[in-house]
C-alpha cells in the first residue's frame, strides 16, 4: 500500500518540517527517554478524497467536543516515541488522524497506526481554542528542556519573576514572546485541569511552562512552536549561569 505522501508534496514537506523541528529537539536533549510531543494541522494538504479513507485505528474519544475542528487531519507523534526516531523517520512513528463528524472523537487514517500520545486531546483542545479566538496556529510541541526547571527552581516556581529576569539579562532572546509566559499546575495528563488549563494558557500565552513537566509552545511552523522555546531555554541558560556567578 501506497503512503499517503505519494506524489503529495504539499503534506510531505509539511511532515519533513515536523521531523526537522523534532531533529532540533533531539539534537538538545530536551526529549530525553521517549517523552515529548508533537502534532500538526495538516487539512490543507490532505487529497480531495481524503474523506473516504478507511480508518486503521479504532475510534479514540476526545473527552469534549471540538466543533471548530469537524472533519479537519492531524499529525501526531507516537505514544512513547523516540524522538530521534519520529525525528528521522515521522511517518513510522506518528499518524495522521480525522476527526470524525460527532466531533468528540478521531481515528487514524495513515499511514499505519501508531497511537497518539495521551495529551493528544489536550492539544485538540487547544487548537479548538486557537479557532475559537483566531489564533493562527498549525503545529504544538511539548518538550522537557532541563534548563527550563533549574531557572525556575532558582525562583522557587515564580514564573513572572523568571520572566522580568530573563527580559533584563537577556532582551534579544524575549522579542519572540508577544504575550508572555505562562504557568499550569496539574497532577496528571489526562487531567480535566491540564486538558482545559492547556488550551486557555496557550491562547493567552506563548509557551505555557508545566512544573516538572516540560514546556509547550505552538507556532504557524513546527520550527515557530520550536524557535520559541529555543529562546526561552537560552535565557535559562544565562540566568543559571549568572546564578553560579553569584550575579543573582
Excluded: Q
Excluded at 114 to 137: D, G, I, N, P, T
Amino acid at each position: 500500500m501506497k503512503s499517503i505522501l505519494y506524489r503529495n508534496d504539499g503534506l510531505a514537506k509539511m511532515i519533513t518540517r515536523v521531523g526537522e523541528a523534532a531533529a532540533i529537539v533531539s539534537r538538545n536533549f530536551w526529549a530525553e527517554g521517549r517523552c515529548g510531543c508533537f502534532s500538526a494541522d495538516v487539512t490543507e494538504f490532505m487529497p480531495e478524497d481524503a474523506s473516504d479513507m478507511i480508518s486503521i485505528s479504532p475510534e479514540y474519544p476526545i473527552g469534549r467536543s471540538v466543533p471548530h475542528l469537524k472533519g479537519r487531519y492531524f499529525f501526531c507523534s507516537g505514544k512513547l516515541a523516540s524522538m530521534r526516531d519520529f525525528a528521522r523517520y515521522p511517518m513510522e512513528h506518528g499518524s495522521i488522524v480525522r476527526l470524525n463528524d460527532d466531533c468528540t472523537s478521531f481515528e487514524a487514517v495513515a499511514d499505519k497506526f501508531v497511537r497518539c500520545s495521551e495529551e493528544f486531546s489536550a492539544h485538540l483542545a487547544a487548537y479548538e481554542k486557537f479557532a475559537e479566538k483566531s489564533v493562527s496556529a498549525v503545529s504544538i510541541a511539548h518538550v522537557y528542556p532541563l534548563e527550563s526547571e533549574l531557572a525556575l527552581k532558582i525562583f522557587d516556581g515564580d514564573v513572572e519573576k523568571l520572566l522580568e529576569t530573563a527580559k533584563s539579562l537577556a532582551p534579544e532572546h524575549f522579542r519572540i514572546f508577544k504575550k508572555g509566559l505562562k504557568k499550569l499546575v496539574f497532577s496528571d495528563f489526562s487531567d480535566e485541569d491540564f486538558v482545559n488549563g492547556l488550551s486557555s494558557e496557550l491562547s493567552g500565552g506563548d509557551i505555557a511552562i508545566l512544573p516538572s513537566r516540560g514546556v509547550v509552545s505552538y507556532g504557524r511552523e513546527p520550527a515557530s512552536a520550536v524557535d520559541k522555546i529555543s529562546a526561552f531555554v537560552h535565557a535559562c541558560k544565562i540566568i543559571i549561569e549568572h546564578k553560579k556567578l553569584g550575579l543573582l
